[in-house]
């Protein structure tokens, strides 16, 4: 599934193709996503010129002069800028044709993406307004992080990926975040101290940076803005590793569920 390092680099690499444009036309092949598209989303949005795109958690945001545009990659969805001849391949959903002459295709094999349209207020929009912080951002801290897991029992790999509490830190990124902080997934949120969440957090912020920087984790089901995978599962130390000799120390990865996730850690690096 793409994580928010994976939606950040789709952001990035399609704005320089996408910002100042005009969507001449939308052509909608399937309807039926996660949520259904708007039967007149192709009327709302002929015309409109995009003016910026943003990201709030594993969402993108299309700014445009007459609207905003939704966009969720679900499980296996992509978007990539494509030439305005080229035609569409099996699960090559929705297009939106361009004055530029290309096209922004969005293809999803499995079809949990999703695109809506809003008019109004994207703080106050129903799949908006209960998120938590950027975990990038400065209001994601571990002041923050420690304040609202007093009393907290549920474990601080489930705790730090409900995005009531902060947004984007998904499965493979939680992983590695505690691992890198020496804690082990099974904690209670609750126990942990106040430095140990000092840790935590940079570890969530460099851990996603990295990623974000190196252009996402490879995902079997991803592509970049520009076409290309990123590489940052390379670099992986705990997820997807079990039975492997940890990287630091003697020990080797484990593997548990956790929150009904496949969940990796080092039994001697983290406490």
Known sequence: MPEL?????????????????????????????????????????????????????KY?????????????LGMSGSLRIVDGKLPPQK????????????RLRFHDPRRFGALLWTTEDIA???LIAHLGPEPLSEEFH???????????????KSFIMDGRIVVGVGNI?????????????????????????ERLVEAIKTVLAAAIEQGGTTLKDFVGGDGKPGYFA??????GRAGQPCRH???????????????????????
Not at 142 to 156: N, Q, T, W
Not at 264 to 269: D, K, L, T
């Open 173 to 197: 990124y939680a992983s590695e975040a505690l691992f890198m902080a020496g804690i082990r997934p099974q904690t209670p949120a609750g126990s942990i101290s106040r430095p140990r969440y």
């Open 60 to 72: 993108l945001l299309v700014e445009t002069d007459k609207g905003l545009a939704i966009w969720h």
């Open 142 to 156: 571990s002041d923050y992080l420690f304040s609202v897991a007093r009393g907290r029992k549920a474990p601080v």
């Open 91 to 102: 699960h090559d959903h929705i297009d939106w044709l361009l004055d530029s002459g290309q």
């Open 5 to 57: 390092p994976e939606v950040e680099t789709t952001k990035r690499g399609l704005a320089p193709h996408l910002e100042g444009c005009k969507v001449t036309r939308c052509e909608i092949r399937q309807h039926s996503l996660r949520w259904p598209v708007d039967s007149d989303f192709a009327e709302k949005i002929k015309g409109a010129r995009i003016q910026r795109l943003d990201r709030r958690a």
């Open 249 to 271: 120390c003697p020990g080797t990865i484990r593997e548990q569920i956790i929150g009904q996730r496949n969940t990796f850690f080092c039994p001697r690096c983290q406490r």
């Open 234 to 239: 390379q670099q992986l130390n705990a997820y």
């Open 124 to 126: 106050e929009h129903e």
